[in-house]
């Protein structure tokens, strides 16, 4: 009997396969899975094999981020990181220090800060002015739907109080309409074109150094849900298929090419060239991401009803379609024609429904065809639209980390949706029962991509280091089991990886090993886990320095 290259003893092994959900012992043959059992794997043990004791640690399949944006988010850990405070003093100190560190930077970039930082989430160029004044400023909130700029920023981009909002954003203004320093949506364009544009060298190590970070959290694959040009920010692209060619990209990637919302159909042959150009080892590009709105924060998520104001009473915007819900349908029915997996951001209801209809019209035009369509975020779903999920054959791209009580929720969200509809946020459980497969993500760097936490909120409807007792509409939790297989089954359906995802014979052995079996642990413990090691196809890509 041929011996294994490794094998794991001593487990739990959590599976994810249905057949056989535990287990104590793996074993792995080049890069993929040979065995799945207890102590008749032992005997796979040879002179060559790397014996593993888990000692009672746990082994899962290795988590997948479904909706992430990797490169940027390795661009931005080298810039100014204003993530992890909500301290408006800190933010200041954190800005003016990384300004006096790089003289020699012509804008001071980065960006993460928190809506709820600030009256109405919005902060002005004068406290920005306060700490940079000699140099642009451009700071996107933790978001990435709107920035934070000084005055330099504002007069080198020539926008004063006579410049229009574009169509797809808007400029906040002081009371005589001068622009105050937040840059909503399409709006933030008008600076990014001026910006330094990275380099392609710049945009590889904005990969390795994610990369790294990613595998330190166990994810073994993931779907980047923008590659192309939006808002003036450089396209990643590049970055991918040169760490493809180079053999440097150790984990799985399927690209989402961006559609560009300024333009139609004829874009979309420019697509499926594309998708052949960025095909390469373990990156593929089979996917297009089509933004349809923005978020409710600043009310540019599409909603079936009007926003209410600060009083209660309702206002007459319901937030923005980015793309004709009647030329969504179009172009949606054209790229499944062509195979075309479409990756919607849908936010508000309305959104949710546009997508949800086009994948109708598609379905009606072309049958059942291979992609595998999904909306991502789902903040808010109209009770009426879950049952369309797993009817169509949609899969719900959830991000569990915003479903809990915080302030951006607390403050700038509910009292502007209101009870009802308030209470249709993140319906993970209703989607479950409504027969919808579930698939995870982070959309990092707009939140933590770390899955454990992701999973915590997922089971717990808190967050991991919340202050108060407060559960974010219970009715809504996931059990654990069904989180994870969010994040490893789930999103590896989403992103075409069929053998991963579930430990069993003939899948890819891309396997993380956590410090305890997070299953037998109390689900308020869930995020105190950590990750051991990480292992994509049989190799060990991460193991912890402790």
């Known amino acids: 009997m041929p011996k294994a290259d490794l094998v794991f003893t001593h487990g739990p092994v959590h599976t994810g396969d249905p057949a056989r959900t535990r287990a104590s012992s793996l074993a792995v043959t080049g890069e993929r899975i040979t065995a799945v059992g207890h102590d008749e794997v032992r005997e796979l043990i ?23 944006h990797a490169v940027f988010g390795g661009l931005e850990l080298a810039e100014c990181d204003l993530t992890g405070t909500t301290g408006v003093e800190a933010y200041l100190r954190r800005i003016r220090e990384f300004a006096d560190a790089h003289p020699e930077r012509s804008w001071i970039t980065g960006g993460g800060w928190s809506l709820e930082s600030f009256a109405g989430g919005l902060p002005t160029r ?108 450089s396209d990643p692209s590049d970055a991918y298929l040169a760490a493809a060619r ?48 923005g978020i409710a924060e600043n009310f540019t998520a599409a909603m079936t009803s009007p926003y209410l104001d600060a009083c209660g009473c309702a206002t007459t915007n319901t937030g923005l379609s980015f793309v004709d819900p009647t030329a969504l349908r179009e172009h949606v029915t054209a790229l499944d024609a062509l195979d075309f997996q479409v990756h919607f951001h849908a936010l508000g209801d309305r959104a949710v429904r546009e997508a949800l209809d086009a994948v109708e019209a598609a379905r009606t035009a072309n ?25 169509l054959g949609a899969i719900a791209n959830i991000q569990p980390l915003w479903a809990a009580h915080e302030p951006q929720m607390d403050e700038l969200t509910i009292p502007f949706l209101g009870p009802e509809r308030a209470a249709w946020q993140y319906p993970f459980a209703s989607l479950l029962r409504a027969g919808a497969t579930l698939a995870a993500g982070s959309d990092w760097p707009v939140s933590s991509p770390d899955p454990l936490a992701g999973l915590h909120v997922a089971v717990n409807r808190r967050e991991p280091d919340a202050t108060d007792d407060r559960i974010f509409l219970p009715e809504q939790r996931l059990d654990l089991a069904t989180a994870v297989a969010a994040y490893t089954a789930g999103s590896a359906h989403v992103n075409g990886h069929d053998d991963t995802g579930t430990l069993q014979p003939g899948h890819l052995a891309d396997l993380v090993v956590l410090d305890r079996d997070i299953f037998t642990a109390p689900p308020e413990e869930i995020a105190r886990a950590k990750v051991l090691q990480t292992y994509v196809g049989g190799i060990r890509v991460f193991t912890a320095t402790d």
């Open 126 to 233: 004068q406290l920005l002015d306060s700490v940079v004044s000699d140099r642009p400023v451009y700071l996107p909130n933790r978001d990435h739907h709107g920035a934070w700029v000084n005055t330099r920023a504002l007069e080198l981009a020539g926008l004063t109080k006579d410049t229009p909002d574009p169509s797809d954003g808007r400029i906040e203004r002081e009371s005589d309409g001068t622009p105050s320093g937040v840059l909503q949506e399409g709006a933030t364009a008008l600076i990014t074109g001026l910006m330094p544009q990275r380099t392609a060298d710049d945009r590889l190590a904005g990969l390795l150094r994610a990369q790294e970070l990613l595998h330190s959290l166990g994810i073994t694959g993931w779907q980047d849900a923008l590659l192309g040009t939006f808002h003036g920010q």
């Open 246 to 293: 180079a053999g440097t990209l150790t984990a799985r990637v399927t690209g989402a090419l961006w559609w560009d919302r300024a333009r139609g159909a004829e874009q979309t042959p420019e697509l499926t060239a594309r998708r052949a150009e960025l095909t390469h080892g373990r990156f593929r590009a089979g996917s297009v991401k089509i933004m349809q709105d």
């Open 46 to 68: 040879g002179p060559g094999t790397e014996v593993v004791d888990l000692s009672g640690k746990l082994l899962l399949p290795g988590f997948q981020d479904a909706h992430v």
């Open 367 to 391: 049958g059942r065809r291979t992609a595998r369509h999904h909306l991502a975020h789902l903040q808010v779903v109209h009770p009426d639209d879950l049952p369309r999920f797993a009817r």
